[in-house]
């Protein structure tokens, strides 16, 4: 059973011991309902008003979420809030949004207890809720995707060779494809990552502003391509081209060779290489000298038998 152990506003610090006398500071945000079960009320009460996670949202004013309540779900098995609406989520879905209606759930079980991963989990969920309400849910599944892992920070350099291998196979409207990607839930993984480039890119070319009017352009009621028309000049197509280029020339070879953890693999694997490749040498050496003394001592034994010595 979860209960509801507090309301606080999402701005404010989360509390501690000596903290009952302190204010929160008055910035706009939302209405926390926070709700958990009794083992979790602790770390939710800690977690839920983390000045961290509604504040300072690229492209989304604090103000955007005033005074609207948003719940957020603490719970080891998510599977539990089936009944409220949320879904059923794999076991290893960390968090789970309802933009629309403004709720959250977060899993606290296992790694989930490391307060930086958890906080992570939660600005990816409340980026959803924000942007939905930035763009009067007109944003499509890459943008919401790509937006809230560029701003929770999960993003590893670690795929960028997955990244290259999409991209050189996969030709035209990969951009456009993103979206049933995550409805087929085929390889979500590639998914996330192309998303999250694709509002790099974004930021690329117009910062924090270009984002802001773009959402604003989409809220008014602009598709996507009217609304990349007006706030960068390009079409959806000439946007993917440019997308294209940058995760090519940024997240390329020289990208990869860059990175401390890529070189020694490669070092480890040359080594590997010249290691099997000596080995191979040292075998072949070994088995022509075999086999030259087996047909040396063959010459000597014909010798022997077919031109015997003059006796004496």
């Known amino acids: 059973m979860l209960a509801a152990v507090g309301l606080a506003l999402a701005c404010g610090p989360a509390p501690g011991p000596g903290d009952a006398a302190r204010s929160a500071p008055e910035r706009p945000g939302p209405d926390l309902e926070v709700r958990a079960s009794p083992d979790l009320e602790a770390i939710a009460s800690r977690v839920a008003g983390h000045p961290g996670v509604w504040t300072s949202l690229p492209g989304i004013p604090d103000s ?8 957020v779900w603490f719970a080891r098995d998510l599977s539990t809030l089936d009944s409220v609406g949320l879904g059923r989520p794999e076991p ?3 968090g789970a949004a309802d933009p629309e209606r ?31 309400a930035a763009t009067a849910g007109a944003a499509p599944r890459w943008l919401h995707e790509g937006y809230a892992q560029a701003v929770s920070g999960t993003w590893d350099w670690r795929e960028g ?11 035209h409207s990969l951009l456009s494809d993103l979206d049933r990607r995550f409805r087929s839930g085929v390889d979500p993984r590639t998914a996330y990552i192309l998303s999250y ?12 502003a270009g984002l802001e009017a773009l959402f604003g352009a989409l809220r008014e009621g602009d598709g996507l391509d009217a609304a990349l028309r007006r706030v ?4 959806a197509a000439q946007f993917e081209q440019r997308w294209r280029e940058r995760v090519l020339d940024r997240y390329g070879w020289l990208y990869l060779l860059s990175r401390t953890a890529f070189v020694w693999l490669s ?28 047909r040396e001592a063959r010459t000597i034994v014909m010798i022997d038998v077919d031109d015997p010595p003059s006796a004496s």
């Open 197 to 208: 480039t694709a509002v790099d890119a974004l930021r690329g070319l117009g910062g924090d």
């Open 161 to 171: 060779w997955r990244l290259q291998f999409t991209l050189m196979r996969g030709g």
């Open 232 to 235: 960068y000049g390009l079409t």
């Open 102 to 132: 403004r709720r959250i759930a977060l899993r606290v079980d296992g790694p989930q207890r490391n307060l930086g991963r958890l906080l992570a989990v939660y600005r990816h969920e409340a980026a959803h809720v924000a942007l939905h």
């Open 267 to 294: 070092v480890t694997v040359l080594v590997i290489g010249l290691g099997i490749a000596r080995i191979r040498n040292d075998r072949r050496r070994l088995a022509e000298m075999r086999e030259r003394e087996r």
């Open 64 to 71: 955007i979420l005033a005074g609207r309540r948003v719940i």
């Open 92 to 94: 290893w879905v960390a």
